[in-house]
C-alpha cells in the first residue's frame, strides 16, 4: 500500500462491504506507519463523525402534515378524474357497439328474415285481389313520343315498345314477373299521341283478350292472364303488356 | 383498507395506482422524510424543500407508471424526480444558492449543546457551499446513507462517478472545516 493508493481509497475505508477486508487493513496499517496518511484518515474520521451529526440532527426534519393532506386531496381528485375519464370511455365505447350491433342487425334482418321468401312477397303484392294499380306514365309517354318518330323515320313496322313506368306495383316488372313490351291494341291511336295516362294492373280471361284483339291461342296458359294496361287520359285502354309471374302463370310467347 | 408495514414499496405502488389511498399514504410516509431532507440540504430553504416534496409526490400520483422497477428502486426514482425539480428551480430563478450564514430557527432548534450546534452549522454551510454535483452525492451517500450503488440510480451516472465525486467533495469538505471559523450565535448558545 502507498500514500496515492491510500488517499484513492480513503472515503471507502467506513463503508461496510465496499473494500475487501485485506485492502482496509493494509490501508490502516499504511495510515500507522504513514503521518501524512494518518493525518488525511483522522481528518476523514472527523468529517464523518460531523456528518453524522448532521444527519442525526435533520433526520427529525419532515415536511409539515399539510403537504400530506394536499397530497391525498390530489391522490383523491386524480384518481376521480381516472374514474371519470374511464366511465366516459366504456360508455362511448358502449354507445359504438350498440350503434354497430343495430347496423348488423338492421342488415341482417333486411336479408334473411326466417320464413319469409321475397320472391313470394311481389308475387303477393302484385296479384293482391286482383284490384288495378295504377301509375302515372306521362314521362314515360314522351319518351315513347321520341321513339315512335325515331321508328317512322326509319321506316320500320316494328310493334312499339314503350319504357316501363316507375311504379313498382303496377307497369314495372318485378324480381318474380316477366312481361312483353307493349303492343298498341288495334282500334288504338298511335302511342306517340298519347300525352299522360296510366299504366293499370288487370287480370284478362282469354275472352276479354280476344276482345281486345289478342288471340288466346298465342298463350300458353288457358286461364286468366295478368297485364299491364296502357290506359290514355280518356280513360282508354291504348296498349297491352302480358305479364307472367313465376311459375303460377305461363310466359306470354 | 389497512396496509402491512412491511409491505413493498412496489406492493403499495401498485396498489396505489388502483386508487388504494392507503397505500399512498404510506408510501409517502416512508419516503417523503428522505426526499424532504435531501431538498432542505440541497437548497437550504424550508418552504422549498417542501414544495419540492409536494411536486415529487405529485409526480408519482400523476406518473407511476413511469417507475420500472427492474431500473431501480423506488426510493432512487423519486430521488431522480427531487433532483429534477431542484434543478429546474436553480434555472428557474437562481434561488438555490449556497446556504446563508445563519439557519432557520426550525431546523435547529432540537441541537441543544453549543458544540453540536456549531458543528450542525459548520458543517451544513459546508455541504452547501460544495458544488452541486458533489452536494447531492455528499448527501445522498454520507447524510442518507445510501450504498454507491443506489446513489448511482439515483443521480443516472456510474458507480465510478459517484465514488470519484464523493472523493472530491470529501477533500473539499475537510479544505473548508478546516479554514472555516464557527458561526455561533448568541441566542443559540444562550449568551
Redesign the interface.
Known amino acids: 500500500m502507498n500514500c496515492e493508493m491510500f488517499e484513492k481509497i480513503l472515503c471507502d475505508l467506513d463503508r461496510a462491504d465496499v473494500l475487501p477486508s485485506a485492502v482496509r487493513e493494509a490501508a490502516l496499517a499504511h495510515a500507522e506507519t504513514c503521518a501524512p496518511c494518518g493525518l488525511l484518515m483522522t481528518e476523514s474520521e472527523s468529517l464523518d463523525m460531523h456528518l453524522r451529526t448532521l444527519s442525526i440532527s435533520a433526520r427529525i426534519q419532515s415536511p409539515p402534515p399539510r403537504v400530506e393532506s394536499a397530497l391525498l386531496e390530489e391522490f383523491r381528485e386524480f384518481h376521480e378524474e381516472q374514474r371519470r375519464g374511464r366511465r366516459r370511455w366504456q360508455l362511448a365505447a358502449l354507445g359504438v357497439a350498440a350503434a354497430a350491433a343495430l347496423a348488423v342487425s338492421y342488415f341482417l334482418l333486411g336479408h334473411f328474415v326466417p320464413g319469409r321468401n321475397p320472391m313470394k312477397d311481389a308475387q303477393d303484392t302484385s296479384t293482391h285481389s286482383g284490384a288495378p294499380t295504377t301509375a302515372p306514365i306521362a314521362s314515360t309517354a314522351r319518351d315513347s313520343n321520341e321513339s315512335a318518330h325515331a321508328q317512322e323515320a326509319s321506316g320500320t313496322n316494328t310493334p312499339k315498345r314503350l319504357a316501363p313506368v316507375a311504379n313498382p306495383s303496377a307497369g314495372q316488372e318485378t324480381a318474380a314477373e316477366q312481361g312483353t313490351a307493349f303492343i298498341p291494341l288495334p282500334y288504338a291511336d298511335s302511342a306517340a299521341e298519347i300525352e299522360g295516362g296510366e299504366v293499370v294492373r288487370v287480370i284478362l280471361s282469354p275472352a276479354a283478350l280476344e276482345a281486345m284483339g289478342l288471340r288466346s291461342s298465342d298463350f300458353s296458359s288457358s286461364g286468366d292472364v295478368s297485364a299491364d294496361l296502357l290506359v290514355d287520359e280518356a280513360g282508354t285502354p291504348e296498349a297491352i303488356r302480358l305479364v307472367a309471374q313465376s311459375d303460377k302463370d305461363s310466359v306470354p310467347n | 383498507m389497512s396496509q402491512p408495514k412491511d409491505a413493498t414499496d412496489d406492493g403499495l405502488l401498485r396498489r396505489?395506482l388502483a386508487?388504494d389511498?392507503d397505500a399512498?399514504?404510506l408510501l409517502?410516509?416512508r419516503n417523503?422524510?428522505a426526499i424532504?431532507?435531501f431538498a432542505?440540504?440541497m437548497c437550504g430553504n424550508s418552504a422549498t424543500?417542501?414544495d419540492v416534496?409536494?411536486e415529487v409526490?405529485?409526480a408519482l400520483?400523476?406518473n407511476a407508471r413511469n417507475f420500472d422497477p427492474t431500473r431501480g428502486t423506488l426510493g432512487g426514482f423519486l430521488f431522480g424526480i427531487a433532483r429534477n425539480h431542484l434543478r429546474k428551480r436553480w434555472e428557474k430563478d437562481q434561488r438555490l444558492v449556497p446556504l446563508p450564514e445563519t439557519f432557520e430557527e426550525s431546523?435547529?432548534d432540537?441541537?441543544t449543546d453549543a458544540a453540536?450546534f456549531e458543528?450542525?452549522a459548520?458543517?451544513?454551510h459546508a455541504?452547501g457551499s460544495l458544488p452541486e454535483d458533489y452536494r447531492e452525492t455528499?448527501v445522498l451517500c454520507?447524510?442518507?446513507?445510501m450504498s454507491?450503488e443506489e446513489a448511482a440510480a439515483a443521480l443516472k451516472c456510474p458507480v465510478g462517478t459517484v465514488?470519484s465525486r464523493?472523493?472530491r467533495a470529501?477533500a473539499l469538505?475537510?479544505e473548508k472545516?478546516?479554514e472555516r471559523r464557527p458561526v455561533i450565535r448568541a441566542s443559540a448558545v444562550g449568551e
Open positions: 396505489a386508487g389511498e399512498f399514504r409517502y410516509r417523503c422524510p424532504y431532507r432542505l440540504h424543500a417542501e416534496t409536494q409526490f405529485m400520483i400523476r431546523q435547529i432540537h441541537v453540536s458543528t450542525v459548520r458543517v451544513r455541504v455528499v454520507d447524510l442518507e446513507g454507491y465514488r464523493l472523493h470529501r469538505l475537510v472545516l478546516r
